[in-house]
C-alpha cells in the first residue's frame, strides 16, 4: 500500500488548501471558518513519481470542547496511522499556544514531520518563515498554497522521508 501521509495543524492555517494544491483538484473543502474539516479525508496523490495517501485533517484547539475535541481525536488517529506528518502553520500570524500543543503532542509521536510554513505569499513573508527554526522541528519550507509558491521545495522533503 501507498505511504500515509497526514496533513495536521490547528484550523484555518490553509491545510486543505495545501492538500488541494498537490492534488491538483479542489476537492478538500476551504472555508474561511475555523474547524470546517471535521473528519479525515484521504485523497490519493503523487510527486516526482512517488505515490502516497493525503490525509487532510480538521485541527485541534488545546483545550478541546465539543467540535474542537471531536477535530483532535480524528487528528491524532491520522497522526498516528501515518508514516509521515506535513505540519502546517500561518506565518502570516506565527506560533500560537495551540500551534504550541501540536508541536509537543507530534514531539511524543515520533514520525518524520516536514514543517510548512504557509501563508509565505511574499518575499517579507517567506523571511518569516525561518523564525519557525526556533520551533526545533526541522527546516521550516515556505509555502503559499494559494499561489503555488515552495510547495515543491516541501514535497521533495516529504518524499525523502518516506
Ligand atoms: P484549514 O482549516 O487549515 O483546512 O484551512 P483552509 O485551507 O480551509 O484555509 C483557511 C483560509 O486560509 C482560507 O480563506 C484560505 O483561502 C486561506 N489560505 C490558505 N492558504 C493560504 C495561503 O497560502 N495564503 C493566503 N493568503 N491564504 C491562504
Ligand atoms: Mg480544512
Do not use: C
Request: net charge negative; glycine share 8%; charged share 25%.
Amino acid at each position: 500500500p501507498d505511504p500515509v501521509v497526514a496533513v495536521v495543524g490547528r484550523p484555518n492555517v490553509g491545510k486543505s488548501t495545501l492538500v488541494n494544491r498537490v492534488i491538483g483538484r479542489r476537492e478538500a473543502v476551504v472555508e474561511d471558518t475555523p474547524g470546517v474539516t471535521r473528519d479525515r479525508v484521504s485523497y490519493k496523490a503523487e510527486w516526482s513519481g512517488k505515490n502516497f495517501t493525503l490525509v487532510d485533517t480538521g485541527g485541534w484547539e488545546h483545550d478541546a470542547k465539543g467540535i474542537h475535541a471531536r477535530v483532535a481525536e480524528q487528528a491524532e488517529v491520522a497522526v498516528l496511522n501515518a508514516d509521515a506528518v506535513l505540519l502546517v502553520l500561518d506565518v502570516t500570524v506565527g506560533v500560537t499556544a495551540t500551534d504550541e500543543a501540536v508541536v509537543s503532542m507530534l514531539r511524543r509521536i515520533k514520525k518524520p514531520i516536514i514543517l510548512v510554513a504557509n501563508k509565505a505569499d511574499s518575499p517579507q513573508l517567506q523571511i518569516e518563515a525561518s523564525n519557525l527554526w526556533a520551533l526545533g522541528m526541522g527546516e521550516p519550507f515556505p509555502v503559499s498554497s494559494l499561489h503555488g509558491m515552495g510547495t515543491g521545495d516541501a514535497l521533495d522533503a516529504l518524499i525523502k522521508a518516506l
